[in-house]
């Protein structure tokens, strides 16, 4: 799985949007990215993957770059609760019957400021 | 549904001592994982089970043996304890077998300290 490098800590305005970056300049052509998240203490929480099309749900936006080489998660409008160690994954997809663990690095701390 | 749970939720335990950490989860998946997270790391896997009756190596395994008992539970045992082992485990699963998609779910964690 590609190497992702993404900054160690970013702050962020409550009800401003927070676009975390990370790069992923070795992500081959089978290789999705993924985001977690990890509020204090607590177990790591799913938030969105993709591979080539920007996608969205109902609790962030992905974009990816059209050369795959980077990515930004966007939290559109950042509360207090947002705040926890984002961490971005790389990974190829699953073959049957396998099962492949994440990669996780070391993450972005973002602190959501009142 | 409760998701993964995992028991204890803490443990002290003295160098040299064993002990078992349980994990289930009810969603009926079918991959099952243990991560250990040091002070200011990310994850690391120790080990995982893809299916029901198969068990692999992870990134971090000496030290550690699991157990997939049944669909739905799968333990990780500390033989003889070190204060290495030091750290919160986390249990996850995942739905497994073939596609992308496949978000973990993780339980809430179990904190050791081994003295």
């Known amino acids: 799985d590609a190497k992702t490098t993404q900054p160690t800590s970013m702050d962020c305005a409550e009800g401003r949007a927070a676009n975390l970056p990370c790069n992923h300049s070795?992500?081959?052509?089978?290789?999705?990215v993924y985001w977690y998240r990890q509020i204090h203490s607590q177990g790591p929480q799913y938030i969105i993957h993709?591979?080539?099309n920007n996608e969205t749900n109902e609790m962030a936006s992905l974009i990816i770059t059209e050369d795959r080489k980077s990515s930004t998660l966007i939290l559109p409008h950042a509360t207090l609760r947002d705040t926890a160690v984002y961490y971005c994954?790389?990974?190829?997809?699953?073959?049957?019957?396998?099962?492949?663990?994440?990669?996780f690095g070391s993450g972005t701390q973002l602190t959501v400021l009142p | 549904n409760a998701g993964v749970t995992q028991t204890p939720k803490f443990q002290v335990l003295k160098t040299g001592q064993s002990m078992t950490l349980q994990c289930a989860q009810d969603m009926n998946h079918n991959s099952m994982y243990w991560y250990r997270q040091d002070p200011g790391m990310g994850l690391r896997l120790i080990y995982y089970s893809a299916s029901e009756g198969t068990t692999d190596k992870g990134e971090v395994p000496n030290g550690y043996n699991v157990s997939r008992l049944n669909k739905r539970e799968f333990s990780l045992r500390l033989e003889s304890a070190a204060p290495s082992q030091t750290s919160v485990y986390f249990c996850a699963s995942s739905e497994g077998g073939r596609g992308a998609y496949n978000e973990q779910f993780f339980g809430p964690g179990t904190r050791l300290t081994v003295l």
């Open positions: 070795t992500i081959s052509g089978n290789e999705y």
């Open positions: 993709g591979l080539k």
């Open positions: 994954i790389v990974r190829a997809s699953l073959s049957s019957g396998s099962a492949r663990q994440l990669t």
